[in-house]
């Protein structure tokens, strides 16, 4: 009797320090759900964003975040202004962004620069510039790590959800890529 009430009020002691704060990216500041597949064309700039739901107001926040499928070299992808726009209540000044090459991540952060953020809300966005590709294909975000700090909590493992991106290239590049196909496939018959 007593080990089964000591169970039930751990699990419940567990349940209630469990986080419900979602981090997710945002496009045009609407937050992407997971599974949703955004819709992107070559050689854009595309404006995106970091969405947060905290479950208690927070203060800071660090963020890792990584490409992965066919990007380029991570200095290309991410564009002028390199992480244009800290909406209030963050403080530009005391946000930074820096390449990690050991560990193949962005990492950036933010303060509060006024009253706690409840969200939910965009905390950051910046400009992601979509790579030529020869065949269409699906394009990640992901995040590494998150931590959200705020008065008296600190939670680093919220859930992320991935940003997917589906790039098809122009139909003059596919054009010009069938053509290609067509004479070389000429020349072998010949």
């Not at 945002?26 to 997971?34: E, L, M």
């Not at 599974?35 to 479950?55: K, M, N, Q, R």
């Not at 969200?119 to 699906?138: K, L, R």
Request: with cysteine.
């Amino acid at each position: 009797m007593y080990r089964m009430l000591l169970a039930v009020m751990l699990a419940g002691a567990l349940t209630a320090g469990a986080s419900a704060s979602t981090v997710q990216f945002a496009v045009g500041g609407v937050p992407v759900d997971a599974g949703e597949v955004i819709e992107v064309a070559p050689s854009d700039d595309l404006l995106v964003g970091i969405w947060v739901t905290p479950d208690q107001p927070i203060e800071s926040y660090t963020i890792d975040m990584f490409f992965t499928g066919p990007w380029p070299q991570p200095d290309v992808v991410i564009c002028d202004p390199p992480w244009g726009v800290f909406p209030p209540p963050w403080d530009p000044d005391l946000s930074a962004v820096i390449w990690i090459p050991s560990w193949g991540v962005y990492e950036f952060s933010g303060f509060v620069g006024g009253e706690l953020f409840t969200g939910p809300g965009v905390v950051a966005e910046f400009y992601v510039h979509i790579p030529d590709v020869p065949a269409s294909t699906i394009l990640n975000m992901e995040y590494d790590f998150v931590e959200l700090v705020g008065p008296g909590f600190y939670d680093d493992m919220p859930e992320c959800l991935p940003l997917m991106l589906h790039v098809t290239p122009e139909p003059v590049s596919l054009g010009l890529l069938a053509l290609g196909g067509l004479v070389a496939l000429r020349r072998r018959m010949t």
